[in-house]
């Protein structure tokens, strides 16, 4: 048996870490049994669709590295396919016309919920006569759900689990206007693409035993279910933007790697041994179902952001150089020159050892600007105070008489000029140095900083800073 696996999302807004993680699942397992993983665009409900959410998808997967088989298939384009299965079942006396009002399915409704019945519709056209039939209601399809014994599934990650069939409704598969439900296009689509294990989060759990009254009633093969846990947010509740980003689009805009966030994610209900940093191929390699874990998991916001530190000081120079200009564009650097890039590069192991994503590592280094314009951050104001502006002053005159503006030399004549001035403490040199030419407070090595920038450009940003500052 060829294993194909299935991703199913609605395009109705941001692509979830939770839908993510059922992607790389589905994708991982397909990989692993040398399968194929399918993609399938639940855009039936036109109300909220939308083409950029389509987009945020196709984005979504491309980022993590998740290829699909074949091309991406649109719900809403097989609704005679599944109008025709809604038909047969009918024909099969295994659905029924449904001529309810609304006022009728209400009363319905307040009745059972004063009942404590679990399903609200007491399926009063089940068996009745469709001659009975009111002219001026447009009926609906219903399934015919068993009315006795139990259903049984074997989940791949939640073991057996049964329930009595009487907790089971005659649900909609086919609305008044013609169209499918979600509950019958699933099933019919899974079919036709010949998905053999479905892979989802368990809150589609009780979709599963309703799913199956139509794959019996049409004589299919049943996929292999695994209905993996949701993942929670730091205090256990439903993860949700309260806790912070829950979209990749929020990740990616954070400066989070895609590997780091694939290997997180990973870790998040699966497990291999004790092993955490763990690369594409040894996923692939390792994944089985089995390894799913049982049990909910938190978000861990703080695991994830170390897990990026790692992944980016894995990255060569020239690849963090062009991920780090995206977010100096998006900080509104005004011209990104050959000086720029350069300097970077000589600093990039160090901000490589100090970043933990990427916009912290362009917020650091944004600094190698040439820009006529210069701005200070809050903190770096607090620091340039009067007297920080005067010990500046006679520190040009120090830096002014270096032949050589190497780190060392720089350095050694700080530590000199500290010794001289003011008890060695190098601090309250380093400090006003490092707000003045580059206006914050955390940078590489101010000594670095300044070397990169080189003489000129360093006494010049002194001399803005006093200018500027002085009261």
Partial sequence: MTVITRFPPSPTGFMHIGNARTAMFNWLFAKHEKGKMLLRIEDTDRTRHSEEAVQAIYDGMN???????????????????????????????????????????????????????????????????????????????????????????????QGKITIKNEQLDDFIILRSDGTPTYMLAVVVDDNDMGVTHVLRGDDHMNNAFRQKIIIEAMGWDTPIYGHMPMILGPDGSKLSKRHGAVSLEDFQAMGYLPEAVFNYLLRLGWSHGNDEIISREQAIEWF?????????SKFDYDKLENLNAHYIKELDNERFSILVQDFWTKLKVPQISEDMLKGFLQLADELKSRAKTLKQAAEESVFLS??????????????????????LKDLKRSLSGLDDFSTDSVQSACKQFAKENVDGKLGKIGMPLRAAITGRTQSPSVFACASVLGKDEVLRRIDFAIDKLSS
């Fill in 370 to 391: 040439y820009s006529a314009e210069y701005n200070f951050e809050g903190d770096a104001l607090n620091i340039l105070t009067d007297d920080a502006l005067t010990l």
């Fill in 288 to 296: 089985t179902i089995d390894n799913i874990g049982h049990s909910p």
């Fill in 63 to 157: 980022w993590l590295g998740l290829s699909w088989d074949g091309d991406a298939v649109s719900q809403f384009s097989r609704s005679d396919r599944h109008t025709e299965v809604a038909e047969a079942l009918l024909e099969k006396g295994m659905a029924y016309k449904c001529y309810c009002t609304s006022e009728e399915l209400e009363a319905m409704r307040e009745k059972a919920q004063k009942e404590g019945l679990p399903t609200f519709y007491d399926r009063r056209w089940r068996d009745k006569d469709e001659n009975d039939a009111p002219a001026d209601v447009k009926p609906v399809i219903r399934i015919k759900a068993p009315l006795t014994g139990e259903t049984v599934i074997e989940d791949k990650v």
